[in-house]
């Protein structure tokens, strides 16, 4: 059984108390939008779960979004449809009901993952696709030489990719999603090239692994930092991605047809 907040929300993370000014710092990036709708293909009905404050839906023809979390639901923009309050684990839909499902930058914070992609699968005749990041991949961001315990986080808290791709089933591609040095969707890795954002308290808060670790080691990352941007430390050793059009880490896109 899936255990939810006050709030509502349905994962590890509790979006009542930490997801206020998420939609300020965490804006659908364009490139990253027309990624996403190219994997999903010609689907006319689309549904996103997890869909949190409605990113990327707006490139998409008619999408229903499913959302446990009420501060969520009311920070999705006014020309958006509103969201429905389920979880992915037990979605209220009929089988194969949408030509395409998503879910993205979700699946890491849900109770079962087996379980919401296999309900994912259920109610979808067509593609479903899974924006997530690699967690053998996470630690390779310079992040981890300043707040390795974050990245740590985001390893252990992402599921393995053969875990998706089995759950899902059918046939299944996994593409690395290139991130645009002025990506405006702010996830750890969107700041590759400009460590300086990441000093902000307000756009860390908008990274969910931030929300597992303690004052101590945000008091660390900040100190640390802050001394190899002024002595040019960061910038000797990976000043390069200051101008590198596009960064290839650990963002992923899983694609499953059946």
């Known amino acids: 059984m899936t255990t939810r907040t006050q709030d509502g929300s349905a994962g590890d993370v509790d979006y009542g108390a930490f997801g206020g000014g998420y939609s300020s710092f965490r804006r659908p990036d364009a490139r990253i939008a027309r990624f996403i709708a190219e994997t999903l293909g010609d689907s006319r009905t689309v549904l996103n779960v997890g869909a949190g404050a409605g990113s990327y839906e707006g490139v998409l023809r008619a999408v229903t979004a ?95 990719i053969e875990q998706l791709t089995a759950a899902l089933g059918g046939t299944s591609t996994l593409q690395t999603v290139p991130i645009p040095l002025d990506c405006t969707d702010g996830f750890n890795e969107a700041y590759y090239g400009r460590p300086e954002l990441l000093l902000d308290p307000a756009a860390r808060q908008a990274c969910s692994a931030w929300s597992f670790v303690d004052d101590r080691v945000r008091e660390h990352f900040d100190e640390t930092l802050r001394h190899d941007l002024d002595s040019g430390a960061w910038d000797e050793e990976f000043g390069h991605l ?17």
């Open 242 to 258: 200051r101008s590198q059009p596009t960064y290839e880490g650990a963002l992923v896109l899983v694609r499953a047809i059946p």
């Open 66 to 160: 499913v959302e446990p979390s009420e501060s969520m639901r009311a920070q999705r923009p006014t020309q958006l449809a509103p969201a429905i309050d389920a979880v992915a684990e037990d979605l209220p839909f009929a089988d194969g009901e949408f030509d395409g499902a998503m879910t993205l930058f979700s699946v890491h914070q849900w109770s079962d993952v087996e379980a919401g992609l296999r309900e994912m699968r259920r109610v979808t005749r067509g593609p479903v696709v899974v924006l997530t990041c690699d967690p053998a991949l996470v630690r390779g961001f310079w992040l981890h030489r300043y707040a390795p315990e974050v990245l740590d986080t985001e390893a252990r808290r992402y599921p393995p």
